[in-house]
């Protein structure tokens, strides 16, 4: 439990295709995702304005990812996808990732968006421990 913040930093750095949990009506959504950027345990994902996800999320922004690295060590971060309208930090986050550029050819491409999931609660287990240790959040 003393090193919950180094563990949990360790497994967001392992896993490069995290799932993301929503909600579609009454049946939940699951899907592997690849964050574009991470502040601590603040993830930003990129997304289609066409994709089903973005109603999932404007109807229920509360979302979960899961983190799995390959000693079966799971970080969970629950919390909020907040559409992502600062300027300076989408150009940043633009500038950073060549993949985006190739496949949407601009900052401005009104198919763009982009969420910050803002946490509420991260989680920790260890190889399946079976119990759970709440992380501070940063």
């Known amino acids: 439990p003393n090193r919950l913040l180094e563990l949990a930093h360790g ?10 949990a929503t909600m579609d009506g009454d049946q939940p959504r699951l899907r ?11 993830v930003y994902v990129a997304n289609l ?6 109603q999932e999320i404007e109807a229920n922004p509360n979302v979960e990812l ?4 390959q000693g079966h ?8 996808a907040e559409v992502v309208t600062d300027r300076e930090l989408l150009q940043q986050i633009w500038d950073a990732n ?5 496949y949407l050819g601009s900052v401005d491409n009104p198919e763009l968006i982009l969420y910050r999931i803002a946490p509420t609660q991260v989680r920790y287990m ?4 079976l119990e759970y240790y709440d992380v501070p959040l940063e």
Request: hydrophobic residues 35%; charged residues 25%.
């Open 11 to 20: 497994v967001l750095a392992a896993d490069r295709f995290p799932y993301l």
């Open 32 to 42: 592997p995702v690849s964050p574009v950027r991470t502040d601590g345990f603040t």
């Open 49 to 54: 304005r066409s994709y089903h996800k973005t």
């Open 66 to 69: 899961c983190y799995l690295d």
């Open 73 to 80: 060590n799971q970080v969970r971060i629950t919390g909020r």
């Open 98 to 102: 060549p993949l985006m550029r190739q």
């Open 126 to 129: 260890q190889e399946w421990a």
